[in-house]
């Protein structure tokens, strides 16, 4: 059973730091693309950052870059998104995605608040 779960989401003031974490199991994480995704209320889904299989691309949204880093540790089979410097703006509900041909999974998201 293919399972993308998310964790490391909560509530945190402006400026603030979270770490979110995307747990994969069921298939071969390690060669699939990973990526974060996150929806605001009333918006489109949109892209935050990507990571290549092997750890070494990646690509970020030019409204985070600077601020979050992501990585994967695939002997954990775990991607991770590193948020620093939080704005009000980064409230959203982040999704995990993994992605490799015509295969796409998606997790069920963690909620991040920022907020004072």
């Known amino acids: 059973q293919v399972q993308l779960v998310e964790s490391g989401g909560g509530l945190v003031q402006p400026g603030g730091s979270l770490r979110l974490s995307c747990a994969a199991s069921?298939?071969?994480?390690?060669?699939?693309?990973m990526s974060w995704y996150r929806q605001a209320p009333g918006k489109q889904r949109e892209l935050v950052a990507t990571i290549g299989s092997g750890g070494i691309s990646t690509n970020y949204a030019d409204s985070v870059k600077g601020r979050f880093t992501i990585s994967r540790d695939n002997a954990k089979n775990t991607v991770y998104l590193q948020m620093n410097s939080l704005k009000r703006d980064d409230t959203a509900e982040y999704y995990c995605n993994a992605a490799r041909l015509f295969f796409v999974y998606w997790g069920q998201g963690t909620q991040v608040t920022v907020s004072s």
């Open positions: 069921g298939f071969t994480a390690s060669n699939y693309a």
